[in-house]
């Protein structure tokens, strides 16, 4: 199957491409703006499906807008009838096609000649109307208000809020591709005379601003966002893609003593707390228990025991640990408890705890066992 696409060095281009690569059966042919129309007549006669992404947003003249949003459209249809080629088109028009101003006409223009030309020629037309749409490798400081929060504020640079209460539609690029792979499958979601991508966000520019300080600020309180949220966990995701590449890394505070480590790695309300603890060898931590604080433990590197008594008995408990048979050992509330390095390198262990620790409440009570 050979499918074009137009605009492929563009923000949903790029992305499409990407997907479609996966895709063994299918044959990606490209043009892009710098292409010439012997490159289109070609195209057009070998091609099964057409996703016609390519457009003009932001021009130095606005007459510009009509050249690439119509005049475009135009020269691609009328390849595709001199090849007497009716396969399916889907063209990536937008929201403001429903306003008066001049790119909203050029896409309106765009999407009247889409519907002629279906209606002459029987090929199956899909016209979608995008509303703001944000992921990775979307081109900042542009025409994307996502993009250019992202990457400035990853990059320590003053941004510009009129007025945070403004509503912003959007829908994030890997819903949107998944909605273009599903129509290639002739499965696309449509109402009415449009296609829509059935997942979109609604949600006021001074929250995802919001949001967006509080992923830079997580990396200095251990913090990770509310993942349960769709889009917090997308516009995470998009965020992270905009970091300065010197500045994929970051320190975590090692509590070192001659006992060894203990490194808080993850802190979260609602899911608890991972920390990193390493052990010497013969080195015993713990000796303490909790009213209501669990903990499981989780040897990764190293061999050694964990010993647990009930607080009102003299019973011990031991159960032995190491990095080759790894498995999880649940800490009960109630039961005083300790681990010691029993090798003869450090032990390296992953503990999770059902809270962040509170030095104020810290439910910790010294205990041996």
């Known amino acids: 199957m050979k499918v074009l696409v137009t605009g492929a060095n563009g923000f949903l281009g790029k992305n499409l491409v990407t997907s479609l690569k996966e895709m063994k059966y299918i044959e990606i042919l490209t043009f892009g703006r710098n292409d010439d129309d012997k490159k289109l007549q070609q195209y057009t006669k070998e091609c099964n499906f057409v996703f016609h992404l390519a457009g003009v947003n932001r021009p130095t003249d606005t007459k510009e807008f ?35 101003n001049p790119y909203g006409e050029s896409k309106k223009a765009g999407e009247d000649l889409l519907r002629d030309y279906g ?17 990775k490798w979307c081109r900042p400081n542009y025409n994307s208000v996502v993009a250019t929060f992202c990457h400035n504020i990853a990059h320590e640079i ?42 979109d966000y609604t949600i006021a520019l001074g ?20 993942m349960s949220d769709a889009f917090t966990k997308k516009l995470y995701s998009t965020y992270l893609s905009y970091l300065p590449e010197n500045q994929f890394s970051y320190e975590l505070k090692m509590n070192v003593d001659n006992r060894g480590s203990f490194t808080e790695f993850i802190k979260t309300p609602d899911r608890g707390q991972i920390s990193v603890n390493i052990s010497k060898p013969g080195i015993i931590k713990g000796n303490h228990w909790h009213h209501t604080k669990s903990e499981k433990f989780l040897v990764v590197w190293g061999k050694g025991v964990i010993r647990f008594r009930k607080i009102d008995t003299d019973k011990v408990l031991e159960y032995f640990v190491a990095g080759d048979k790894m498995e999880v050992v649940d800490i009960p509330i109630g039961y005083t408890h300790n681990i010691e390095n029993l090798g003869e390198d450090d032990m390296v262990t992953i503990m999770w705890a059902n809270e962040p620790f509170d030095l104020n409440k810290p439910d910790t009570y010294y205990m041996e066992v």
């Open 66 to 100: 009509m050249v690439g949003n119509y005049s475009f459209t135009k020269n691609l249809l009328g390849a595709l009838k001199l090849n007497k080629n009716t396969c399916p088109i889907l063209f990536a028009s937008s929201t403001q096609a429903k306003l008066n």
């Open 119 to 135: 209606k002459l020629t029987g090929s199956h037309v899909l016209i979608y109307r995008f509303p703001n749409v944000f992921g």
């Open 158 to 199: 003053a941004i510009k809020v009129n007025d945070p209460s403004v509503i912003m539609n959007l829908v994030y690029i890997d819903d949107l591709i998944e909605e273009l792979i599903n129509a290639l499958d002739g499965k696309e979601n449509r109402t009415s005379e449009f296609c829509e991508v059935p997942v």
């Open 207 to 226: 929250e995802i601003v919001d949001l967006i300080d509080s992923f830079k600020k997580s990396r200095e309180d251990r913090s990770i966002p509310d």
